[in-house]
């Protein structure tokens, strides 16, 4: 048994506006200020078909997850399906895809944002390795002085963050020419494909509020309300930034991190470079720290059902955060740095090995999803085909080849849970 046994619980206070922030700054990533560009030299202006595409697709998986939570409002998310739905065993496995998705990925990410500083300032890389480091480390200091304190700085970042594409955006759009827009699918239709299979990983996210469900004041009103909100306002940006891209012709300028910087010199003129890079770190490290709250708390989901060592289950009796959970998060993203940057992963692989975990996660969660809405309709007297899960768990399931041999990692991990749960948790099940 966990020590925190009739102890301290999480601290209910999570209100729709927190969870718009939780929404919008798990999903909105770097990715807003390098895809649009991207996917532009891809398909040309048809690119707007595959920002379209994936806005409408992303829908199926916010409301399955929200629809889910609100139902059955526990710690964990994607996790608590999986139990309810498949048992201890295949949650055990969600938990630990779980911990690679984000052992793994933290890392990656917080690099990225010290490499846009160091595109706009002279670095060198020991002082990009630091800076990374350090948006970790804050991270965890916020996080481990409870939700509340977490909660504020979500909602400033989103804030902020919100106001900064939407000036970058007005002000780019009195240089937008319909010229720009034609033709329209200057490669053919095939294009928009490839443009949307790249664009995909930037919607992933929605899975995360899911894992702070419990400390939700009213979850049952709450989660459609801001599921609503957030995919209308995540579509919206998206949308938006992609077209002032295009309509622009700022993505000819080449680059990876150039056509953003373009569209903001509109906005602050000659410093561009160095306002994209100083924007890039403010949106990934409140993605990080997003992650960071939901990550903690399928951690100690899983402690709590012996898939991690029970001794992770605790609530600081004054936080009120799972403050073991916490550092068994963050812990293990030392020795990711130390591989990251003496064999000097290179950036693709550091990105797939989490994306494999996650969609194999979504994966599970699709399913789950697809058989507890089944078995609700079942006890309802209903037999309605489980659409939105339905569709979700045929998109994870579609885009999983694409991740290739980066995959060999989530095997590898998912063969671990198993080998545990019948070693570890069988144990612990014939002690109690």
């Known amino acids: 048994m966990g020590d925190n046994q009739g102890g301290a619980s999480l601290r209910k206070a999570i209100k729709l506006r927190h969870a718009v922030a939780l929404y919008v700054t798990s999903v909105i990533g770097s990715g807003v200020l390098l895809l649009p560009g991207l996917a532009a030299i891809i398909a040309g202006p048809g690119s707007l078909l595959a920002w379209i595409l994936l806005s409408v697709a992303s829908f199926p998986f916010a409301f399955t997850f929200a629809s889910l939570s609100s139902r059955r409002p526990e710690s964990g998310g994607i996790y608590s399906f999986a139990k309810e739905a498949f048992g201890k065993r295949i949650a055990t496995v969600t938990g630990w895809l779980f911990a690679l998705w984000v052992i793994t990925g933290a890392p990656a990410v917080s690099l990225i944002a010290a490499s846009y500083l160091g595109y706009a300032f002279p670095l060198d890389r020991p002082e990009?390795?630091?800076?990374?480091?350090?948006?970790?480390?804050?991270?965890?200091?916020?996080?481990?002085?409870?939700?509340?304190?977490?909660?504020?700085?979500?909602?400033?970042?989103?804030?902020?963050?919100?106001?900064?594409?939407?000036?970058?955006?007005?002000a780019s759009a009195f240089y937008v020419r319909v010229s720009d827009f034609t033709p329209f699918l200057p490669n053919g239709l095939l294009p928009v494909g490839t443009a949307a299979a790249l664009i995909f990983w930037s919607y992933l996210g929605y899975e995360n509020v899911s894992n702070v469900a419990e400390e939700f004041e009213d979850p049952k009103r709450d989660f459609k309300r801001s599921i609503v909100l957030s995919a209308l306002v995540v579509s919206a940006l998206y949308l938006s930034v992609s077209f002032v891209t295009i309509g622009t012709n700022a993505y000819r300028t080449g680059g990876n991190i150039a056509p953003f910087a373009v569209m903001l010199s509109h906005v602050v003129g000659a410093y561009g470079a160095s306002g994209t890079a100083i924007i890039a770190v403010f949106i990934i490290f409140s993605t990080i720290n997003a992650y960071t709250v939901g990550m903690s708390r399928v951690f100690y989901a899983v402690s709590k059902d012996g898939g991690f060592p029970r001794v992770l289950d605790h609530i600081h009796p004054r936080t009120k955060v799972p403050d073991r959970a916490l550092i068994a998060l963050f812990l293990p993203m030392i020795p990711t740095f130390v591989v990251y940057y003496f064999l000097n992963v290179n950036l693709e692989t550091a990105l797939l090995v989490p994306s494999g975990a996650a969609i194999v996660v979504y994966v599970i969660g699709s399913a789950a999803g697809v058989r507890l809405t089944a078995s609700k309709e079942e006890e309802s007297g209903g037999r309605r085909i489980p659409f939105l899960p339905l569709a979700s768990l045929a998109i994870s399931l579609i885009v999983l080849p694409f991740v290739g041999w980066p995959l060999l990692f989530s095997a590898v991990v998912c063969v671990a849970a198993l080998f545990y749960s019948f070693t570890a948790m069988g144990k612990q099940e014939s002690g109690n």
Do not use: D, E, K, W
């Not at 480091?133 to 481990?144: A, D, E, G, R």
């Not at 700085?153 to 939407?166: H, K, M, P, Y």
């Open 128 to 170: 990009t390795l630091l800076l990374s480091s350090l948006m970790l480390v804050t991270s965890f200091i916020i996080n481990y002085n409870g939700i509340v304190v977490s909660n504020r700085v979500q909602l400033g970042a989103v804030v902020s963050i919100i106001a900064l594409l939407i000036a970058t955006v007005i």
